[in-house]
């Protein structure tokens, strides 16, 4: 196995033994571990599995006691965790989704898209040093590697608050803040985005250069251009769910 490429089911779940083993293993305690969880592999087909991980780098000799986890393996796991906790939240929000109506969903968005555009053009004439470097700095964030971030739907509400912060407007503030309370429905917002295939970075960034560029006009702009995006995609995900779920409506 090259370093680097993917791993597969059945090495995945070998390195996940390792990383929970009290001591380092070697062909014959994986072999053994394996079965027992139901994953009957040969002492041969351990040693293999060893190798492949050897030569991804995930895992460390000692001496001949066996292999534990090196940092990438140790890496690895972590972010297998959270694929399983974003899949077990993808099947929460989903129950979700029932329970909100398309109305619903899209009363929020245009309720945002009233306040937002004012709290942006408001930060480009307001906004202090510190805010900008606040705003910067979640937007890099929002608009870089996400993969490496445990919650986008809390960075985002950073996000949208520094703005609306750096306006001095503190009516608008707190209706924002009513307005994004549920958590979960940011939440809905993204993985809709997901669904859709969108790219969920690239917008925020423009908001902030249009902020610290002191210009009220594109920032409005820059925010209504992201919201958008977001109720384009809510308005199409929401008509194929109908579609799907009354025949009629196709």
Request: glycine share 10%.
């Amino acid at each position: 196995m090259r370093n680097g490429s993917k791993l597969s089911e059945r090495t995945s779940k070998a390195l996940r033994i390792i990383g929970q083993a009290p001591e380092p293993m070697g062909a014959g305690s994986l072999a053994r571990s394996m079965t027992e969880r139901g994953d009957p592999v040969s002492m041969a087909t351990a040693g293999r599995i060893l190798g492949e991980l050897d030569g991804g780098g995930y895992l460390e000799k000692r001496s001949n006691r066996g292999r534990v986890l090196s940092a990438k393996g140790r890496e690895h796991l972590e972010r297998l965790e959270a694929l399983g906790k974003g899949e077990t939240l993808a099947r929460a929000l989903l129950e979700e989704l029932k329970t909100h109506s398309p109305g619903d969903l899209l009363d929020i968005l245009v309720a945002r898209r009233a306040i937002e555009r004012e709290t942006a053009r408001l930060a480009a004439l307001k906004a202090s040093t510190e805010d900008l470097e606040q705003i910067r700095a979640f937007a890099e964030i929002l608009d870089g590697d996400r993969s490496q971030v445990p919650s986008i739907s809390v960075i985002d509400r950073l996000f949208h608050e520094a703005i609306a912060k750096a306006g001095k407007n503190k009516v608008l503030l707190a209706t924002l803040k009513l307005v994004r309370q549920d958590v979960h429905t940011q939440q809905i917002f993204t993985f809709i985005r997901q669904q859709e295939g969108s790219r969920l970075g690239g917008d925020h960034m423009p908001i902030y250069l249009a902020i610290a560029g002191r210009d009220p006009g594109d920032a409005e702009k820059a925010m209504l251009r992201h919201i958008d995006n977001i109720v384009r995609d809510v308005e199409h995900y929401c008509r194929g769910a109908n579609s799907q779920a009354d025949p009629a409506l196709r």
